[in-house]
């Protein structure tokens, strides 16, 4: 069974940081892209970035770019999001996905505000 | 960058009626590879986004046969042949051809 488990969320001060993880199992890591999608409160669904299988191509939305950074561990069937200099805007739930939505994380709440 | 629009906004059907929601994008989403990456996603009340349909029409196994999925280049479709209670939520269509990625706003189906 294919699971996705996010951790790493919270409340933290504008231009803090935090990182995100999401441990994945049930299927061979190494072979998916990967990707972190995020819902503000009371809005729609946001693409953030994506990383291709092997790591060795990343992609963000323009308003993330600089800040975030997608990566991975195939290693350890872990993918990972480094958010810096977080803004209020930034507040959200996180998931993680594989594929283009092929399957999801539970989310993890991130909160920015002083 | 492509945009993605979705409509309508709102659904409000009794449960057995059929239901249409389209997604346009400002560029044909047939990419290099002859695929095309629209997909469809399902968020039900309270929970996680749920996966419904892959390229345009595919499937997923445990997606129900009155879901369906039409359409090519910049113009799709997701039709529900008769709706059921459990189809209430918000579902949004997700493409994944170029980069950056782009969600349509989602439509929100009500259950009368």
């Known amino acids: 069974e294919v699971q996705l488990v996010e951790s790493g969320g919270g409340l933290v001060q504008p231009g803090r940081s935090l990182k995100l993880s999401c441990a994945a199992s049930g299927f061979t890591f190494s072979n998916y892209y990967m990707a972190w999608v995020r819902q503000a409160p009371t809005k729609g669904l946001e693409w953030v970035a994506s990383i291709t299988n092997s790591g060795g191509s990343t992609y963000y939305r323009d308003s993330v770019k600089g800040r975030f950074t997608i990566s991975r561990d195939n290693a350890k069937s872990t993918l990972y999001l480094q958010m810096d200099s977080l803004r209020s805007e930034d507040t959200a739930t996180y998931y993680c996905?594989?594929?283009?939505?092929?399957?999801w994380g539970q989310g993890v709440m991130v909160t920015v505000s002083s | 960058d492509v945009v993605m629009t979705q409509t309508p906004v709102s659904l409000s059907l009794a449960i057995g009626q059929p239901a249409s929601i389209s997604c346009k994008s400002s560029q044909s989403l047939l990419g290099t590879s002859g695929k095309t990456f629209l997909n469809w996603i399902l968020q039900r009340p309270g929970q996680s986004p749920k996966r419904l349909i892959y390229?345009?029409?595919k499937l997923y196994s445990e997606v129900p046969d009155r879901f369906s999925g039409s359409g090519s280049e910049t113009e799709f479709t997701l039709k529900i042949s008769r709706v059921e209670a459990e189809d209430l939520g918000v579902y949004y269509c997700?493409?994944?051809?170029?980069?950056?990625?782009?969600f349509g706003s989602g439509t929100k189906l009500e259950i009368k």
């Open positions: 997700w493409q994944g051809t170029h980069f950056p990625h782009a």
């Open positions: 390229q345009v029409s």
């Open positions: 996905t594989r594929d283009v939505g092929g399957y």
